[in-house]
């Protein structure tokens, strides 16, 4: 076997400039797999607090922005996951503890009139404060 020509490294071996550069500790950063986790488990928080603070299952459609459209679309890839046996067990266990009933979400379908409008009379009450309320207790009006 010849000799690697002068000034030229042999395979295998690191010149003393390149192996003292790559002696720094944690020179390699985080790896990839301990940002996601620490991300998802961010982002399992946000959810509680979310749905704490009253409000809805976040959806992900490309209509909603923000928060809600972040949270989302982490929610609905967590759905895939889980339908797909791809998502962790110790992650599906994390997501039933801290937010039952994230498998289902949402209702299809508009929110009720009393729940879209908290403080917000029926029809009926509506009737009842004009004094039209004698046709419709006599059954004459079928509002709802």
Same mark, same amino acid.
């Given at each position: 076997?010849?000799?690697?020509?002068?000034?030229?490294?042999?395979? @295998?071996?690191?010149?003393?400039?390149?192996?003292?550069?790559?002696?720094?500790?944690?020179?390699?950063?985080?790896?990839?797999?301990?940002?996601?986790?620490?991300?998802?488990?961010?982002?399992?928080?946000?959810?509680?607090?979310?749905?704490?603070?009253?409000?809805?299952?976040?959806?992900?459609?490309?209509?909603?922005?923000?928060?809600?459209?972040?949270?989302?679309?982490?929610?609905?890839?967590?759905?895939?996951?889980?339908?797909?046996?791809?998502?962790?067990?110790?992650?599906?266990?994390?997501?039933?503890?801290?937010?039952?009933?994230?498998?289902?979400?949402?209702?299809?379908?508009?929110?009720?009139?009393?729940?879209?409008?908290?403080?917000?009379?029926?029809?009926?009450?509506?009737?009842?404060?004009?004094?039209?309320?004698?046709?419709?207790?006599? @059954?004459?009006?079928?509002?709802?």
């Amino acid at each position: 076997m010849a000799s690697a020509p002068p000034g030229r490294r042999r395979a @295998g071996r690191l010149a003393p400039a390149v192996r003292e550069g790559l002696a720094v500790p944690d020179w390699e950063g985080k790896p990839r797999v301990q940002a996601d986790e620490q991300r998802w488990w961010e982002r399992l928080a946000a959810l509680k607090a979310y749905l704490a603070a009253g409000n809805d299952w976040p959806r992900h459609k490309v209509t909603v922005t923000g928060e809600e459209h972040e949270l989302g679309v982490w929610l609905h890839g967590q759905r895939i996951k889980q339908r797909r046996s791809q998502l962790d067990p110790y992650k599906t266990a994390a997501l039933d503890a801290t937010v039952p009933g994230w498998r289902v979400g949402r209702k299809r379908g508009r929110r009720p009139a009393a729940a879209a409008w908290p403080g917000r009379p029926t029809a009926a009450a509506e009737l009842f404060r004009h004094g039209m309320g004698k046709f419709f207790s006599a @059954g004459r009006c079928s509002i709802r």
